[in-house]
């Protein structure tokens, strides 16, 4: 299966389509099709041939189907480590509204909220300094669950190795492959925390 | 006296989240899970200004202003949409509702403050 891309590739991939929306880097492997999402994007599909894939140091991903509606998403997000200029509230808010989008993206194709099952992957410990920044993330998706009454029916989170990870999003069939902890260009991205694109009418007032 | 917020929103985080910055601007608040629960506490909690979600189980934001609008008592009351929904067709929808302002996601505590404070004057 070739899943391999260059980091320029997914950088203008994410900035091609930054907001609003999820990008879509496809690749027809005789698996399947197989979308690759980085940090701060989303898929979601119906698709049973469709395949997502991420890599994930610290970062988290959720993957949510429902198994009813035959409809499944991915997304992969960061909150900041605990030195972070923005406090507490708005580093959650980051993985609020990235958790917020995938279920209603997942509500638009016919889900219901009750019916939703998630796996969590990734949160690990990866590089030094950062030491507090996965479990951040990790404790996050899994209180987030709880709070709203998903179910976390698996995944794998913590631990102190990156994971390529693919999931199957109306089977909710998911496969992780643990990496070497010197693959260069997730030392680069983990040193260097993305703060998710907000599209620029974010929080303002649009009077009627 | 302090103004008196309704939020409708079908997630704890959010309810928490809004709860958190309304009361911490001097706000009184209070919560609904959805459309239905909305407009049964409506009456009781003379709300200043409506803050709704537009996904939500059971009724939808679009609903719920509708129900609002309905009963000539809250024909007047500012509501504001705050939902992840961007599109011009949802914001044409939401005004024929009975909508004032519309607000993305996510959502900045200050502009949020300054939002309900200019409908609400």
Redesign the interface.
């Known amino acids: 299966m070739t899943q391999t891309s260059s980091l320029a590739e997914r950088r203008s991939a994410r900035l091609a389509g930054a907001a609003?929306g999820p990008v879509q880097v496809r690749r027809s492997t005789a698996d399947g099709d197989v979308i690759h999402i980085v940090q701060g994007e989303q898929f979601v599909s119906e698709d049973p041939n469709i395949c997502i894939a991420t890599l994930l140091g610290s970062c988290v991903a959720a993957c949510l189907r429902d198994p009813v509606a035959n409809v499944g998403g991915m997304n992969h997000f960061l909150l900041p480590g605990s030195d972070s200029p923005r406090g507490e509230?708005a580093d959650l808010?980051?993985g609020?509204?990235a958790?917020?989008?995938l279920?209603?993206a997942l509500?638009?194709h016919g889900a219901?909220?009750e019916r939703i099952e998630a796996k969590l992957f990734g949160g690990a410990r990866v590089v030094a300094g950062l030491t507090a920044v996965g479990e951040k993330n990790a404790k996050f998706a899994e209180e987030?669950l709880r709070?709203?009454?998903i179910q976390h029916v698996g995944g794998s989170l913590r631990g102190d190795a990156r994971r390529r990870l693919q999931y199957w999003p109306v089977s909710g069939r998911a496969r992780q492959v643990f990496m070497a902890s010197t693959a260069p260009e997730l030392v680069a991205r983990e040193t260097k925390p993305i703060i998710l694109p907000?599209?620029e009418?974010?929080?303002?007032?649009?009077?009627? | 006296m302090s103004k008196i917020i309704l939020t409708v929103d079908?997630?704890?985080?959010?309810r928490?989240?809004l709860r958190?910055a309304l009361v911490d601007a001097g706000f009184e608040v209070v919560q609904a899970e959805d459309g239905v629960q909305g407009l049964e506490v409506l009456t009781g909690a003379k709300p200043d200004v409506i803050i709704t979600d537009i996904?939500m189980?059971r009724m939808d934001g679009y609903g719920f202003m509708e129900g609002v609008r309905a009963d000539p008592q809250h024909r007047a009351i500012p509501i504001?949409v705050l939902t992840?929904?961007?599109s011009a067709e949802k914001?044409m929808r939401?005004?024929d509702a009975g909508?004032?302002?519309?607000?993305?996601?996510?959502?900045?505590?200050q502009?949020?403050v300054?939002?309900i404070n200019?409908?609400a004057a």
Do not use: Q
Request: aromatic letters at 6%; a negative charge; proline letters at 6%.
């Open positions: 609003p509230a808010g980051i609020v509204h958790m917020e989008l279920v209603n509500l638009a219901r909220r987030f709070r709203e009454g907000r599209e009418d974010s929080g303002e007032l649009d009077l009627f | 079908d997630s704890r985080t959010m928490d989240m958190m996904n189980p504001l992840t929904e961007s914001k939401a005004r909508a004032t302002g519309w607000i993305v996601k996510p959502f900045d505590p502009k949020l300054d939002a200019r409908v």
